[in-house]
Structures are given as C-alpha cells and as structure tokens.
C-alpha cells in the first residue's frame, strides 16, 4: 500500500489559516488522496479529497503538488473546533475500499 | 438523514469472554467497514462487508470476526477476549465502496474495556 507521512503535531492560531502537510512520494496514477479528522472523543469524519487539481470545499481546500507527491490541507480560518487529528489517506480507485490510517497530524488550536 | 449508530457505546467484559458489537449503517448504505482504535496503535482497519459479504479483511486474528445482514445491519464478535482488545471500536458505511471514491461515515465507537 502506498504510504503518507505526516507531521506528528502542529499548532495554530485561532481565526489564521493552517496548512497541514503530507508526503506520498511512492503514489500510484489511481491513488486518491483523502483527508479525514477526528475530533476528540468521535469517530473520523471525511474533509475532502483529490486526484490531480486543487479542490475547494465548505470546510477546507486541498492543494495536490504538480508531481502529486505531496499535498496540503488548508483550513481558511482555524476555529477551536477545528482541533483534531487529520489523517492524509490514498485510496486506489481500482482496488477496494479499505482505508489505511497513518497516525496522522494533532492539530492544536491556540486561542 | 440519522447517522450511523453503534451499540453499545461502552462495554466491560474480563479475559475469555466474547462480546458482540453491532452497527446500523446510514440508510440506503450498503457497505460497512469496521476499525479498531487503541493509542498505541491507532486506527486499524479490521473487515468491510458489502451486500453481506466480507470483501476485505485486515490483518487481525481470527477471534475477529463478523457479518452482515440483508438490511445492511452490520455485527462484529470478539471471541476468547485478551486484555489487548481493549480499545475503540468504529464502524463506518459508505454507499457502495469497490472502485468509487466514496467518503465512509463513522459511528461514535463502541469502547470495550477487557479486565
């Protein structure tokens, strides 16, 4: 399985914009790449996800590199509820449905 | 739409027991993944079932095991339960899986503590 590495913790200040990155340097052409977060104490929750072009959604943008060997997950404006774990995933498009959680990057939000 | 549910949200059991969890998928979902949670090891994935059958299983021993119902209601057993089952158990469905990007919804988790 291809595999993502990301930073184990990062901080932020309230209301400022985050960028939480990921590497996956080994992604295949039909590896998606998927963001998830889990807040304290709840199951994980998807945020968005890309193949090759920048996306933009209600909660977050994901910015996917040229080579697709990193990207990065940008929250606008970091709220206190935005502390969570976030979890960088690929997931092939031509396999199954497994999703295969790294350890992820805690965010903390500093008020 | 009601999200998904798991029952029960905490258990206590000691060694050698068995425990069943079980899990309602979002309605009109037909694909049900289920995860174990421990601190040590973090979020792994432990078998999908879609249409009532496994698909994908991960790699936990065989005491692990589950099964879906024609309702898409999922449950998954813990027989001869160790003090390392200990941990969160999730679940999570999705439309259909195999080949399609869909986003999984998560339950709360099921927390099973082994004495």
């Known amino acids: 399985d291809a595999k993502t590495t990301q930073p184990n913790s990062m901080e932020s200040n309230e209301e400022e914009p985050v960028h939480l990155p990921c590497n996956h340097s080994?992604?295949?052409?039909?590896?998606?790449i998927h963001w998830y977060r889990q807040l304290p104490s709840q199951g994980p929750e998807y945020v968005i996800h890309?193949?090759?072009s920048n996306v933009n959604n209600r909660m977050a943008s994901l910015a996917i590199a040229e080579d697709r060997k990193s990207s990065t997950l940008i929250l606008h404006r970091a709220t206190l509820r935005d502390a969570a774990v976030y979890y960088c995933?690929?997931?092939?498009?031509?396999?199954?449905?497994?999703?295969?959680f790294g350890k992820g990057t805690r965010l903390h939000i500093l008020p | 739409k009601a999200g998904v549910t798991q029952t029960p949200r905490y258990l206590i059991k000691t060694r050698g027991q068995q425990v069943t969890l079980s899990c309602s998928p979002i309605?009109?979902?037909?694909?049900v993944s289920w995860y174990q949670q421990t601190p040590g090891q973090g979020l792994q994935f432990l078998f999908e079932?879609?249409?009532?059958?496994?698909?994908n299983k991960g790699n936990f021993p065989g005491r692990f095991s589950g099964r879906q119902f024609s309702n898409s209601r999922s449950e998954m057993n813990v027989s001869t339960l160790e003090l390392g089952d200990s941990a969160l158990y999730l679940c999570?469905?999705?439309?259909?899986?195999?080949?399609?990007?869909?986003?999984?919804?998560f339950g709360p988790g099921t927390r099973l503590t082994v004495l």
């Open positions: 309605s009109g979902h037909r694909s």
């Open positions: 999570a469905s999705s439309l259909e899986g195999q080949g399609i990007r869909n986003e999984q919804f």
């Open positions: 890309g193949l090759t």
């Open positions: 080994t992604i295949s052409g039909t590896d998606y």
């Open positions: 995933i690929l997931r092939d498009v031509n396999r199954d449905d497994k999703i295969i």
């Open positions: 079932y879609f249409s009532e059958t496994q698909r």
